[in-house]
């Protein structure tokens, strides 16, 4: 009798679990980056999906990171997995890959980049609002490295 009760309640669980789970479609974005200034050290992809993350000077507002060796002046990364949404993307030319933005006086010392922006400065500063972007299937992107 007690074997029949475990094997019900184990039936009765199995169902409920499987009838709640919800399948969520997922996307992957994939990022280049070209035209880097050399080979050495790394590429910092940061993404992030949350309005008020970016700017992320020390990168600890991103919702996901992952960094890429370089090959002929180019880097490429593809973030799986992703539910539909508003997403932006910074990226770091980190030459010696201490894994922050290095600066001399107010500007980057290393290349930065982000999602819709050619080009940055103190009147031009990057924010989610202006590097969002919406991922509702597999997207590609650009994105211009920025030196100065």
């Known amino acids: 009798m007690k ?3 475990k094997l019900i309640l184990t039936v009765i ?3 409920t679990a499987i009838s709640s789970q919800t399948y969520t479609k ?3 974005l994939t ?3 070209t035209d880097l200034k050399s080979s050495k050290g790394v590429v910092q992809f940061s993404l992030y999906n949350t309005n008020g993350t970016i700017p992320d000077e020390k ?3 991103y919702y996901l990171q992952e960094k890429s060796k370089i090959t002929g002046n ?3 990364i593809t973030f799986k997995n992703l539910p539909e949404g508003e997403y932006a993307v910074s990226i770091l030319h980190d030459e010696n890959q201490n894994g ?3 600066k001399k006086w107010l500007y980057p010392t290393e290349g930065v980049g982000f999602s819709n922006m050619t080009s940055i400065n103190l009147l031009n500063r990057p924010n989610f609002k ?3 972007f919406k991922v509702e299937a597999n997207k590609q992107i650009k994105i211009k490295i920025i030196y100065l």
């Open 3 to 5: 074997t029949i009760i």
């Open 13 to 15: 669980f199995a169902t």
């Open 26 to 28: 997922t996307y992957s």
């Open 31 to 33: 990022v280049h980056v």
């Open 59 to 61: 990168f600890k507002k």
């Open 74 to 76: 180019s880097s490429t």
């Open 100 to 102: 922050k933005i290095d």
């Open 130 to 132: 202006k590097t969002k």
